[in-house]
């Protein structure tokens, strides 16, 4: 469960910081606004990490991923009122910056928390055989994600070295920046309902205390 949600977080990151070269070469115009996109995304994950502590003490990792990733949504869902307005796809942006930070966060504490739940049920502690899956979770997501960039540009007929794009092709960077990393956050979600660890870890350590 947790390296089929580090391939789905990751291939949202790679979607979002990939795509966003060609959105803003082509939907806005000028190249450069990318640096921005990229701080606007950034910034607000530093930021937002701050504030994690006191937040998953009181609600726990689960219910802060799920509620991160509805974040993120809500801000996919900015992004697609007008997306030829920089401004408004960068408050977007920096909304999702702050949906997609718990995600970033917790990957690895889900990861320990799988391993001493693999010592519990089964006696034997393997951690790094429950590393490598998360590592193989980060890096098949974000392949994944940046394959799909490549393969459904080319689909859509776009050619880089054109003077304009047809519509089909401006069509499918409005959706690798917003509508796939959307419905991606919505596996997020979905993956996170069935992980109970985070409600059973307590009970979990004792017994392996005992």
């Not at 990939?18 to 930021?47: K, Q, R, T």
């Not at 998953?56 to 991160?68: A, F």
């Not at 697609?80 to 690895?108: C, D, K, R």
Request: proline share 4%; aromatic share 10%; hydrophobic share 50%.
């Amino acid at each position: 469960m947790v390296t089929l949600f580090c391939v789905v977080s990751y291939a949202i990151m790679a979607l979002i910081q990939g795509a966003g070269i060609y959105y803003a070469n082509w939907i806005i115009g000028d190249s450069s606004v990318f640096s921005f996109i990229g701080a606007a995304l950034i910034l607000p994950m530093i930021l937002g990490l701050l504030f994690l502590g006191p937040l998953v003490k009181k609600y726990g990792k689960k219910n802060i991923i799920i509620v991160g990733s509805s974040i993120l949504i809500i801000g996919q869902l900015v992004r697609m009122i007008e997306p030829e307005n920089l401004t408004i796809f960068l408050i977007g942006t920096a909304i999702v910056g702050i949906g997609y930070m718990p995600t970033i966060a917790f990957v690895f504490a889900l990861t320990n928390e799988t391993i001493e739940y693999g010592q519990y049920k089964t006696g034997i502690r393997s951690p790094g055989i429950i590393n490598s899956g998360t590592s193989f979770g980060m890096k098949v997501g974000t392949g994944v994600g940046m394959a799909l960039i490549g393969w459904l540009l080319g689909m859509s007929g776009y050619i880089g070295t054109a003077d304009a794009q047809p519509q089909i092709a401006l069509n499918m960077i409005l959706a690798l920046n917003i509508y796939i990393p959307l419905l991606l956050a919505i596996v997020q979600i979905v993956l996170m309902l069935f992980y109970r660890l985070d409600r059973e870890y307590p009970k979990v350590i004792e017994e392996l205390k005992k």
